[in-house]
DNA sequence: TTAAGCTCC
DNA sequence: AATCTGGAGCTTAAT
C-alpha cells in the first residue's frame, strides 16, 4: 500500500520559528524557520518512508497565534518579519529538492490538506498530515494520522492520532470535532461560536448528542440551562460556526499525484541552497561521492622513496605549493600539536599533482619533514591552512616569510565572523568543491593540500577586491611568525610561588566556607547559583530576590547592593573572588607550566570579529589587575635570571583612534596639549573652567569616554554612573553639543554600515554587521553599536600588530636576547636582557609610538620590573 | 552542552 | 512599545 505525507507548510514553520533560536547566514537572511522545517521533515520522512510528498502553503502569509498567548482570546500577532522573509526561501528550497508544493488562491492550507488527504484515501492510501495545529485533527480516521510535532529541548517529539486517538484524547470523534468548535469558537480563526458554551461544555454536549443539529433537537434536555437557551438563540451562528470551523475535503484543487512522487531530495541544487543557509549539518546527508569531483582522480598515495623523492624535487621548482602535515592516519586532522605520531604529508603544487605521502618502512620521518622544509623554502607561493601551528616542524628563513600564504588568515579576513575556517569550509566557498565528509585520511590529505594549493588565488583575488590585500601581506601574514614567536618564547612562572599563592587561597576559602554556613544556618554549594538564590532569597529571606528566568540572579551587581546590610552576602562575594583566583588563575595556570618553567599560551589570529588577538590555553589576556588580591597572581610572572621585564601600553589609544578618524577638531587639538584628556573632556562637557573641574566631573566625563568607544546608550551610561536616564542622556547631548565631529563621524559609520553592509578599519580591516538588517529593534541596535565601536576597536587592533611585528623584527634583526613574550590589547610584555634594556626601551617606545601617522600623537606609558606585578 | 558568573582590555 | 556599552576565555553546576 502506498503511503503519502502531507505537510501544513505555514504551521510547521511557525512551530520551527518559535521553537528554535534565531540563526542567520552571511547573508543576514534569517533562516532558523527553515532549519527547524528541514529537521522535522527528514525525521517524518525517515519514519514513515512515503512514497509521496507534498507541502500545502496558504497563498497569503496568514497570522498566527503566538505560543505564549495560545489561551488569549483574539490575540493573534503578525507573521514576523524574521519569518516572513523565510517562506519563500522554503519554497525554493523545496522545489531545490524536487518537493511538490500546492498553494492556491482563495484556499487555506487547511483545505488543500484536507482534499489530498481524502482523495488520496479514496484511492486506497495511507496518509500522514504534518502539522502543529489541532485543527487539522478533524481529518482524522483510520487511514489518515495527524503527527504534530513539538519542539521539546532535545528535540523533537511528535504526537500521533489515528481517529481512535482524537476519540481517547478529546472524548469525540474528528468529525465531532467540528461540531465541538462550532459551539465553542475560536476567536483566533474568527469562528464565533455560542456564548457562554467553551471547551469543556461543548464537548460534554458533542460526546452525548454527536453533532450541534441533534444537540439543537434536544436543545430543552441541555445540560446547563444557558446551553440550552443560548443554542436556541444563536442557532444561525451555530450553523455559520460549523461552516467555518469545517475544513473544506473537496475543495478545486489541481493536484496530480504522480507530481508528488518522492524522489532523491539531495539534488545539486539542494546541496547548493543548504551551502549558502549555512546548514552544516544538513550537508552531511548529501552523498557526495555521487557528485564527480575529478580532481579526486588525481590523488596518489606514495609509498615508493624513490617515487617519493622525485615528486618533492618537482614541487620544490613549483610556483605555488599547497602542504599539509599530519598525525598517524588513524588520528583525525587537524594538525597534530605535541610532535608525537607524526604521519606524513600532503602535497599539491598542479590539478594533476596532488600527493598524500605518508611516512613509513621506507620514507623516513625526518627526510620527510625535511622534504616539507625545503619545499615550504624554495616555491615561489607556499601555502597552509593554519601555519603557525606548522612553523615548529617547518622553520621558514626570514626572508622567506613573504612567501608564506595562510589560508586561514585569509578566510578569516574574508569573514571574520565564522567560528572556524576549515579547509572543507574553503574549499566549498572558492573552489565549488564538495569533499566527502565520509572520505578517508589519505583522500581528506590530498583534498587539505590540494585546497591550500589551488584556493590560494581566488583567496586572494577576493583579498584584492575587499582591499584587503595589503592588511593581508604586510599585517596579517608577518604577524604569524611574531605570534608564533610569542608563543615559542612563553613566559616563565615562579611555580613553588604559584602554588603557595594558591594553597593560601585554600586555607581562607575552607575558612570562609564554614562561615558562610554557620551564618545561614545549612550547608549548600556557595558555588551553585542556584542553590545560592533558594538560600539567600527564601530560607534567609533577603529582600529584592527577583531576577531571571530560571531563578534568582545572584549576580554581583546584585550582592553589592545587599552587602552593606547583610555579612553573610560579603562573605559570598569574597568566597566568589578567591575561588575564581584559586580554580582559574592559582590551579589553572599551574596545569599549563612546561618542563622549561614557562607556559606557552596560543595566541590566537583568527577568532575575533573586531581583528583583536585572542589568548588561550590559558588565556594570559585576564590575568586579574584590578583587584589587589587577584593582581598579586602577576608577581608569578617572571623573567629568566638576568632578564627584566619591560612592560609599555598605549595610552587611551582607542580614543585617538576616535579623534583621528573623526577628524573631530576639538578632540584632537585636546590630545595634541593633552595631559590630562578626561579633565579636558569634562571641562568643555560641563563648561567648567579645566581647574575647577571636580573629581566627579571628571569621572562622569571618563565614563562617557568610554561610553562613546563602545558604542554609546543613555540607559547603560545610567547604570554605569547611577545617574537617571535623562542625566545619561543629556551628559551624551552635551557631549556631541562639544565634539560635532565625533558625532557626524559615528552618525555616518553606521550609515554607511547600512548601505553596504559592514564597516572598515584606518587599515581596511572589515567586519559585516548583518544585525543591522534586523528587523528587531535590540538586534539593530546591537548592529549600530557594533557599526559604532568595531572601526576603532578594530583599527586600534591594527596598530597594535604593526607595532608587534616590528618590535620582534627589530629584535631579531639586532639579534638581540630579548623577547616578545604578551601582548594584552593594548599592552607588550618583553623579557629583556639587562645589558639590553635601554635599547629595549628605546626600540619599544619607537616601534610602538610609531606604528601608525595619526593626526594625534601615539603615547606609551612604560614600565620595568623584576615580575609582572612591578612592572605594570 | 549551556548558563551563570567572573576575569581582562 | 521596546531597548538597556564593544571585544574575548575559563570554571563550575546542571542538563
Not at 442 to 456: F, N, P, R
Amino acid at each position: 500500500m502506498s503511503k503519502i505525507v502531507l505537510i501544513d507548510g505555514h504551521s510547521i514553520l511557525n512551530r520551527a520559528f518559535y521553537g528554535l533560536p534565531d540563526l542567520t547566514n552571511a547573508e543576514g537572511l534569517h533562516t532558523n524557520a527553515i532549519y527547524g522545517f528541514l529537521n522535522i521533515m527528514f525525521k517524518i520522512l525517515e519514519e514513515e518512508k512515503p512514497d509521496y510528498l507534498t507541502v500545502a502553503f496558504d497563498v497569503h502569509a496568514p497570522t498566527f497565534r503566538h505560543e505564549m498567548f495560545a489561551d488569549y482570546k483574539g490575540t493573534r500577532k503578525p507573521m514576523a518579519d524574521e519569518l516572513r522573509q523565510q517562506v519563500p526561501v522554503m519554497k525554493d528550497v523545496l522545489h531545490a529538492m524536487g518537493v511538490r508544493t500546492v498553494e492556491k488562491e482563495g484556499l487555506e492550507a487547511d483545505d488543500i490538506l484536507g482534499t489530498i488527504s481524502c482523495r488520496c484515501e479514496k484511492e486506497g492510501m495511507e496518509v500522514v498530515v504534518i502539522s502543529g495545529d489541532r485543527d487539522l485533527l478533524q481529518l482524522a480516521t483510520e487511514h489518515v494520522k495527524i503527527r504534530i510535532p513539538k519542539t521539546k529541548k532535545g528535540g523533537t517529539e511528535v504526537e500521533d492520532y489515528y481517529a481512535s486517538d482524537v476519540k481517547e484524547r478529546y472524548l469525540v470523534t474528528p468529525k465531532e470535532f467540528i461540531d465541538v468548535k462550532a459551539l465553542m469558537g475560536d476567536a483566533s480563526d474568527n469562528i464565533p461560536g455560542v456564548p457562554n458554551i467553551g471547551e469543556k461544555t461543548a464537548t460534554k454536549i458533542i460526546a452525548e448528542y454527536g453533532s450541534i443539529e441533534n444537540a439543537y433537537e434536544h436543545a430543552s434536555e441541555l445540560k446547563p440551562p444557558r446551553a440550552a437557551k443560548n443554542i436556541v438563540e444563536y442557532w444561525e451562528q451555530a450553523k455559520l460556526s460549523k461552516e467555518l470551523a469545517a475544513i473544506n475535503i473537496d475543495a478545486p484543487v489541481d493536484y496530480n499525484l504522480a507530481e508528488a512522487e518522492l524522489t532523491d531530495l539531495y539534488t545539486e541544487a539542494a546541496y547548493e541552497y543548504f551551502q549558502r543557509l549555512q546548514f552544516k549539518n544538513l550537508l552531511s546527508r548529501f552523498d557526495v561521492q555521487a557528485k564527480s569531483n575529478s580532481v579526486e582522480d588525481a590523488f596518489r598515495i606514495i609509498t615508493d622513496k624513490e617515487e617519493a623523492r622525485r615528486i618533492v624535487d618537482k614541487a620544490k621548482t613549483a610556483e605555488t605549493a599547497g602542504l599539509v602535515l599530519y598525525k598517524n592516519l588513524k588520528n583525525v586532522l587537524p594538525l597534530f600539536a605535541s610532535g608525537a605520531g607524526f604521519g606524513g604529508i600532503g602535497i599539491a603544487f598542479g590539478k594533476e599533482d596532488i600527493y598524500c605521502i605518508p611516512a613509513g618502512e621506507g620514507i623516513e620521518e625526518s627526510w620527510l619533514l625535511e622534504q616539507a622544509r625545503e619545499i615550504a623554502n624554495n616555491v615561489a607561493r607556499f601555502v597552509m591552512f593554519d601555519l603557525k601551528s606548522a612553523l615548529p616542524y617547518i622553520p621558514i628563513r626570514p626572508e622567506r616569510e613573504e612567501h608564506c600564504f595562510d589560508a586561514t588568515v585569509a578566510a578569516y579576513l574574508l569573514n571574520p565572523l565564522k567560528n572556524d575556517y576549515t579547509f572543507e569550509d574553503v574549499a566549498r566557498e572558492q573552489l565549488n568543491l564538495m569533499i566527502d565528509p565520509k572520505a578517508d585520511t589519505e583522500a581528506k590529505v590530498c583534498y587539505e593540500a590540494y585546497t591550500a594549493y589551488a584556493a590560494s588565488e581566488p583567496l586572494w583575488e577576493k583579498l584584492t577586491e575587499t582591499q584587503m590585500d595589503r592588511l593581508f601581506k604586510q599585517i596579517e601574514m608577518p604577524l604569524v611568525f611574531t605570534l608564533f614567536d610569542m608563543e615559542q618564547n612563553g613566559v616563565m612562572i615562579e611555580s613553588e610561588a604559584l602554588r603557595f599563592y594558591g594553597n593560601q587561597l585554600g586555607s581562607k576559602i575552607v575558612e570562609l566556607e564554614k562561615e558562610i554556613y554557620e551564618m545561614a544556618g545549612e550547608e549548600f554549594n556557595i558555588n551553585s547559583p542556584k542553590q545560592l538564590g533558594v538560600v539567600l532569597f527564601e530560607h534567609m529571606q533577603l529582600p529584592n530576590g527577583k531576577k531571571t528566568k530560571t531563578g534568582y540572579s545572584t549576580a554581583a551587581d546584585v550582592l553589592d547592593k545587599l552587602a552593606p546590610d547583610y555579612p553573610v552576602v560579603s562573605k559570598i562575594l569574597e568566597y566568589r573572588q578567591l575561588t575564581k583566583l584559586k580554580s582559574t588563575y592559582a590551579d589553572g595556570l599551574a596545569a599549563y607550566i612546561g618542563e622549561d618553567g614557562r607556559i606557552h599560551g596560543k595566541f590566537n589570529q583568527t577568532i575575533t570579529a573586531t581583528g583583536r588577538i585572542s589568548s588561550t590555553e590559558p588565556n594570559l589576556q585576564n590575568i586579574p589587575i584590578r583587584m589587589e588580591l587577584g593582581r598579586l597572581i602577576r608577581k608569578v610572572f617572571i623573567p629568566e635570571d638576568g632578564y627584566v621585564f619591560v612592560d609599555a601600553d598605549y595610552s587611551q589609544i582607542e580614543l585617538r583612534v576616535l579623534a583621528h578618524c573623526s577628524g573631530d577638531k576639538e578632540l584632537i587639538q585636546a590630545y595634541r596639549e593633552a595631559k590630562d584628556i578626561h579633565r579636558i573632556t569634562a571641562s568643555q562637557v560641563f563648561h567648567t573652567p579645566f581647574d575647577e573641574v571636580t573629581d566627579l566631573q571628571r569621572r562622569n566625563a571618563k565614563a562617557v569616554n568610554f561610553g562613546i568607544v563602545y558604542g554609546i546608550s543613555s540607559f547603560g551610561l545610567s547604570q554605569d554612573l547611577s545617574i537617571t536616564r535623562k542625566e545619561a542622556s543629556q551628559y551624551i547631548e552635551r557631549y556631541f553639543e562639544t565634539y560635532p565631529g565625533i558625532k557626524e563621524f559615528l552618525d555616518d559609520t553606521v550609515a554607511h554600515a547600512k548601505e553596504m553592509g559592514y564597516v572598515v578599519t584606518l587599515f581596511g580591516r572589515r567586519r559585516p554587521v548583518p544585525e543591522l538588517k534586523s528587523s528587531n529593534f535590540m538586534q539593530r541596535s546591537f548592529g549600530e553599536r557594533v557599526a559604532m565601536n568595531s572601526p576603532i576597536q578594530g583599527t586600534a587592533a591594527d596598530i597594535m600588530k604593526m607595532a608587534m611585528i616590528r618590535v620582534d623584527k627589530e629584535l631579531k634583526n639586532r639579534k638581540m636576547k630579548s623577547r616578545l613574550v604578551l601582548q594584552v590589547h593594548d599592552e607588550l610584555l618583553i623579557e629583556a636582557w639587562k645589558e639590553e634594556l635601554p635599547q629595549v626601551e628605546e626600540l619599544l617606545r619607537e616601534c610602538m609610538e610609531q606604528a601608525a601617522e595619526l593626526d594625534v600623537p601615539l603615547i606609551i606609558d612604560m614600565h620595568t620590573g623584576e615580575n609582572w606585578y612591578e612592572a605594570k
